[in-house]
């Protein structure tokens, strides 16, 4: 163990980057349990409830890759404690806002937060882990937020139900406080060997890119290809594909390109979209299939959630002590199909009222493909590049995965044709089958392009 000196030092700086991270991860999943009722107090339909969720998830998607690149070139430490402070703040908003323009705004806010300080977490474990012991540490980590991703609609449920949506967002300030103390007082400054400012030319053109496509996926539904609505699609290509430009030309840009010549780095990064859009669109809906169709309270309904926390937070650390001796590959293969099996099995058994024989099922084999394929793949997109690319390959990893859920949650309005328990039934019948589709293509990527042990990856120049 190196960078802190000292195990316990270590330990702390771990302890404090999950409970920052939890908070951000907890949010992305969490208030989907609190839709039915912010709809039923600040009203809004199928497409309100798209944007509480996409404004987070854009703002997260687009600057999470600013995250990575200003927490290499200015300091993970300061980064991370600066995102956590964002991100309360815009929580204590969410939680105050009187309207839905309101709740939208704070929680575009909590993104850019969550942008900063999730890519500077696992960088901060790089720092004060070597390379023995990171494997172990990102397992915990990994696992751990992929608990907490889990338990976010058992908490959101009930306190939704208990007490109120409000709730949820306030439950950040004291984690947040926790969080800051433990990274200030026992995490060490590191930065990267780069130098220079942010990237804000490409931060800027790939936010209005992906802003540009979510708002013409989610109401061409409704619309349908309209002048506006292509409009908006083309100019969302067109920003991205400056995007792509300004990082080829950019003294110190936010996406290095040269990353993606690692074979695995860009293997990795093709299997979490495939994987994390299955993942986000079937999460987006299952909750209120669960609430509209099934007729579940919010508690209940968060708390038919608990075999995904469960499974998460046993297997992730054991996934990844298991990764540092058998590669990723494997696992990065298995993983994914048995998520996928779980997809099938929701969709199979979606008319069966009953949890145990209807939900449980599928849940379960969802939960162990997940906590087996967590772990190997944040350590493999880790370890395929350069050291001193560590926070920019955790931001484009941790973009990738929100792009995914982001799209997912956008093209949603394709398969749900209302908020009614019929036409969320069968919307959630075709999602269920679309992301045992991708789940697939996921495994497919891994056996093509994952090579060898996490530990033995070749990089980049």
């Known amino acids: ?20 991270s939890a908070m951000a991860f907890i949010d992305s999943s969490a208030v989907n349990l609190t839709l039915p009722v912010i709809q ?30 200003a ?103 004291p984690v947040a406080a926790v969080a800051v103390w433990l990274v200030l007082a026992n995490a060490k400054e590191s930065k990267g060997a780069r130098s220079g400012p942010v990237d804000v030319a490409g931060a800027a053109a790939v936010t209005a890119g992906l802003a540009a496509i979510t708002w013409a996926l989610t109401v061409a539904p409704k619309q349908g290809p309209d002048v506006w609505v292509l409009a908006a699609g083309g100019l969302g290509v067109a920003a991205l594909a ?5 990082e080829r030309r950019a003294e110190n840009p936010m996406m290095p390109l040269k990353l993606f010549k690692s074979a695995t780095f860009s293997g990795v990064n093709a299997l979490t979209l495939a994987l994390y859009a299955a993942l986000g669109g079937a999460l987006f809906l299952l909750p209120f299939e669960l609430i509209r169709a099934h007729g579940y309270p919010p508690s209940m309904a968060g708390a038919a959630l608990l075999p995904l926390s469960i499974g998460l937070g ?15 590959r494997r696992m990065l293969i298995v993983g994914p199909l048995l998520v ?14 009953s949890y145990w024989t209807g939900v449980f099922p599928g849940l379960a084999v ?9 772990a190997p793949l944040t350590d493999a997109v880790l370890t395929a590049v350069p050291d001193e690319y560590e926070g920019a390959a955790a931001g484009i990893n941790n973009a990738v995965a929100r792009v995914a859920g982001l799209l997912a949650v956008a093209l949603v309005g394709f398969v749900v044709g209302g908020a009614d328990a019929a036409s969320v039934s069968a919307g959630y019948r075709e999602a269920m089958i679309a992301a045992a589709v991708a789940c697939a293509l996921a495994a497919g990527i891994a056996a093509l392009t994952v090579r060898g042990s996490p530990n033995r990856v070749a990089k980049p120049a």
């Open 1 to 20: 163990m190196s960078g802190e000196g000292r195990p316990s030092r270590a330990a702390w700086v771990l302890a404090g980057t999950v409970l920052g």
């Open 40 to 69: 039923q107090q600040l009203g809004g339909g199928v497409e309100a409830a798209q944007w509480i969720m996409n404004a987070y998830a854009l703002f997260l998607s687009a600057l999470v890759l600013a995250g990575g690149a």
């Open 71 to 173: 927490a290499d070139r200015y300091g993970r430490k300061r980064v991370f404690v600066v995102g956590v402070g964002v991100f309360t703040f815009a929580s204590a908003a969410c939680g105050l806002a009187p309207s839905l323009p309101a709740l939208i705004a704070a929680r575009a806010l909590q993104g850019a937060g969550a942008a900063l300080l999730t890519p500077a977490s696992l960088a901060l474990l790089g720092a004060a882990y070597d390379a023995k012991g990171r494997g172990q540490a990102v397992g915990v980590w990994a696992g751990a937020s992929g608990l907490t991703s889990a338990v976010g609609p058992v908490l959101g449920g009930w306190l939704t139900q208990a007490i109120s949506w409000r709730a949820v967002f306030f439950i950040n300030v």
């Open 242 to 246: 400056a995007f792509l430009v300004i």
């Open 314 to 328: 046993v297997l992730s650390p054991l996934a990844g002590r298991l990764a540092s001796r058998i590669g990723a």
């Open 340 to 353: 996928g099996a779980g997809f099938l099995t929701l969709a199979l058994s979606s008319a069966i009222r």
């Open 366 to 374: 969802l939960a162990l493909g997940m906590g087996i394929s967590v």
